[in-house]
């Protein structure tokens, strides 16, 4: 039975000591005026070009990051694997306008393409497309397309290469590719390039994904249109669902600009819109393949739910589950025990470039109300659990098995 609670499955491969630093950042990061405080203090440091790297990487990257190269991450690919996780290696650079950085970020993805295709709990490759393209170019394309010169046509057709070759590379090796959702002003060029991407490799199975932040009032009618689109042309809409990321700016930016918020007026409503969209896509799964990239456990269940009402295979190739590395282990190790398919999302890059993402992480944790209270409450119960049985002398922790290797060797 699936029960997220179950902490000795959802921290089997954490040491006391490794739970003890988990507990110690969370009960730091769970204080939003540490947070705020630490972010101005991380930016100033950035900005003077102080060494940060030694007090970073022991802490908040070693939590959050699975290394600063490709090749440093695989400790944590073996790890994950062991209880029948697998790993989605996210080059977590972001935000550069300058065409060699965004070449190299390119072909840094298809390392990521190509390390996929030779190790077996690799299911999945992601890049966001801000990473080849400058923000700039990624909003005049978006809204002011009629306005753009020839330097920027030019620019664009260099963005549209960038994308082609990773998209290709990801058909050529078998490795879907994820693409990220980012900000509204940047989204309908990025729904456009994906589209294009889907029409040319989803013949069969979906190469590419698009992804849809349910925090958007437009989605759910989006997600209609686009399966719309897709049965039209007989391609599978490759789908990754997460609720987004960037709500406090998009609210703000909106107020600034003067138009109407594109992000739903409460949590409650995300919840819905998220919901009605899994419900959507689950019962049309002949048409889509998923990616339920959520921490929050009702949605979770809710796709265990639909998932033996249509029934669908735990599984089965068209429906995973993906969270991020240091976030919701109690999610993604009772999905593996449970025989779901499950991956996390591994970023790495070097400490500084990945301040963004990793300060990004502490602020989504930063309230001790949500996320972060639970998984704190997870650890301390996990923690008294072992003391417990360490006073009996009766529990063992090494739940791996031979059946989880054999599963992601099946998957791919
Ligand atoms: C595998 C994976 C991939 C991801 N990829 C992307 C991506 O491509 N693009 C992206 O933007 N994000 C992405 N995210 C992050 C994601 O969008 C969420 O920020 C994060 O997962 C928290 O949402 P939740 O569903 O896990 O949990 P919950 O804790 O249940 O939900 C928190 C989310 O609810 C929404 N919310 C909270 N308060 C309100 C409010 N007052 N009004 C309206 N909405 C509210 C926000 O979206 C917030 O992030 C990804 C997450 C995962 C796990």
Known sequence: MLNFENTEIAFASKSNAALRKAKALYS????????DIGKHVLNFLLF???PLRPFVKPTI????AGGETIDDCNDRIAS????????ILDYSVEGSAE??????????IIKTIIKAENTKAIPFAVFKVSGIASDRILERKSWHEAEMNDEEHEEWER?????????SKAHEKKVPLYVDAEDYSFQPAIDDLVWKMMLKYNKKRAYVYNTIQAYRTDRYEFLQKAHEDAVGEGIIYGLKLVRGAYMERERELAKERG???PIHKNKDATDKCFNDCLRYIVKHIKDFELCNGTHNEESTYLLTELMEKYDIQKDDYRVYSAQLLGMSDHISYNLAHNNYNVAKYVPFGPVREMMPYLIRRAQENSSAKGQTGRELKLIN????????AKRKGERQSELSTDKANKKMEDRK
């Not at 062991?82 to 790993?87: D, E, N």
């Not at 065409?99 to 970020?105: F, G, I, M, R, S």
């Open 28 to 35: 730091l990061v769970a204080r939003s005026w540490v947070v």
């Open 48 to 50: 003077i070009r102080f």
């Open 61 to 64: 990257f070693e939590v959050f």
């Open 80 to 87: 994950l694997d062991k209880y029948g996780i697998g790993s």
């Open 99 to 108: 065409e060699e950085l965004l070449d190299k970020t390119a072909d840094m």
């Open 159 to 167: 963005v549209k290469q960038r994308m082609q070759k990773v998209a």
């Open 259 to 261: 138009y109407p918020s």
């Open 381 to 388: 119960h996990e923690l008294k659990e072992r003391r417990k």
